[in-house]
Each structure stands twice: as C-alpha cells, then as structure tokens.
C-alpha cells in the first residue's frame, strides 16, 4: 500500500512537469509599428512617400568608428533594442533604421529606406502602421584591399560591428520576415555603378546574395550556431528557378533560441578587390519571440504539487 502511494505520487508530479512544459509560451511580436513617423521624408511620384528614421536619437555616445567619430544609439521596438549608428564625418548611417517608404521602382542610394515587396508594394507586414526594420551593414567574409581582415564570427567584436538588435529579457527568437530592398534588389536585377546584373549576360553565373544571422548567448559568448537565408539565388542549373526575394518572406531563427542579441551580416558573390559590390541591406518585420521558461519554476511546480499531494493524502490517513 505504501509503496502503491508513492508510486502515486510520482506519477502526479510526472504529470505536474509535462503540464507545465505543454503550457504555450507568452508570444511577442515586434513590428516598429510603435515607434513614431521617422525623420526624414522620401518622394518619388505623387503616389509613392514614406517617412524613415536614420538615427541621431537624443540618447547616443560617441564611439570610435573606421573613419573618426560615430554617434552611436539605440531605438526599441516592443522591449527589442536596435543599434543605429550615425558616422560623424561623412553623415551616413549603419545598423537598423525603421522606415514606411512605399518605392519598389527607384533605384539607387537615394531610395535606401524602402521594402522591396511586389504583392503590398513598399508596406510592412500585417495591419497597422506598417513600419518595417531596415538594415546596413557588413564585414567582409573573404579579405580584400579595403577590408585585410575577413570577418570572424566567433570575434564578439566583429560581430557588434554588423547590424545588432538585443532581445527582450526572458524572451526567445522564433524568427522573422525579411526581404530585400529596392535599392539592393534593383541593383541586382539591372545592375548599377558599382553591382552587376545578377546572372550575367547569359543569365547562367551563379551569383547569390545571403543573409546571416549570429548569435551571442547570456555567457557573452558567440554561439557556434548561425542561420543563412538567401535572398538571392542563382545557382540552380535551371535558370527558371532563379530568384531574388521580391516580397516578405519567413526566416526561422529557432537555431538561436538560446541569444540574447541578434547580430546580422551580408555577403554575395558580387565582390571585388573592395569588397562586396552588392548594397548591403535587408528589411525585416514581425520579428516573433516567445518566452523562455525558467527551469527552477519547472522545478518548484513539481515540487509544491508533490507537496500538496503528499499533504492531501497525511491528512485522509489522520482522518481515516
């Protein structure tokens, strides 16, 4: 009999652990459609505007960059922090911006803000502002003239280099939706000054453009994980299969469940004796986190249930 009670027992706790582990997980959904009209407004044509911010928030510190000072900040977006930083000499900006510029036909360097997204041109994911993340920013993976250092991802400061966003505490990346922008998507499609038309002449040269994602952990350490996704592809022997993502399109982070900050690069088989001839940049919206359950609740949930069951049943034995 005793033997069958504690048998008992066991089995309620067992029970405790599983249903807490089954329990869904507090969601979180960043979508910049919290942060307010941007700094700067971008025309082109009667039909196309948008408002984006490049930086230069009030709560910024100066920091050493490649060419003298940068004015570095952060801007947050449900509970996520953004580095944004403004290069004091020349005016340009790297990291994250934020923008809802609405130009999938200009290209160039002045159309940097815009989504490329063909189906809702220039909109965000989802209902409300559609504001969207955009992103600028890379190290080069293969040395060069300009860059004699390639980029190490195990170097936690290579990595705060590339466009970063820390994490809510307690929350998890599940993933998000990326996709590229006008100015690096029409640069790819036709070519510009600087990037060629992607597939050459023949449409047959394998060229692609990929988007990394690394991660640090809560020991301040880079994780040994990454994610690549591709935002252009053209090494299929069928040409037909080609592409360049032209619309929102989901990336999994799941594989880096365990970061606390998120840190992004760019490289393409475009690049020269400078570096990467491509733009570097990506949009992102709706980046989905959930909450990372703490295993001393797990723990002290199965605890305080076999405490309550063991109480229950001393309590039936005085009575009997």
Known sequence: MLFSRYATCIRCCALLIITAVGLPARAEIITFDDLPPGQG??????????SYYYGDSPDGVIVEGTYGPVYESTFTSGGAGFINR???????????SYSNVSDIVTPGFENQYAAYTLS???????PGVDNYGIAFGYDDIVPN????????????A??????????PTGMAAVGMYVTNTTYAALSMLGGDSFGKTFGGASGDDPDWFKLT????????????????FYLADYRFDDNSLDYIVDDWTWMDL???????SLHFNLASSDAGDFGMNTPAYFAMDDLQLEAVPEPTSLMFAAVTGLGVVLRRRGLRKKSA
């Open 158 to 167: 290579d990595l705060f280099r590339l466009p970063t966003l820390s994490l």
């Open 120 to 126: 809702d041109p220039g909109s965000g994911m989802g």
């Open 254 to 260: 799941s594989a880096l469940a365990d970061a606390k």
């Open 145 to 156: 003239l300009f860059d004699p250092d390639a980029f190490d991802p195990t170097d936690i």
């Open 86 to 96: 403004v290069d004091q000499t020349y005016g340009s900006w790297s990291g994250f």
């Open 213 to 228: 994602a690394y991660g640090i952990g809560a020991d301040g350490l880079a994780m040994a994980e990454s994610v690549e």
């Open 41 to 50: 407004t971008q025309y082109s044509g009667a039909d196309v505007v948008g």
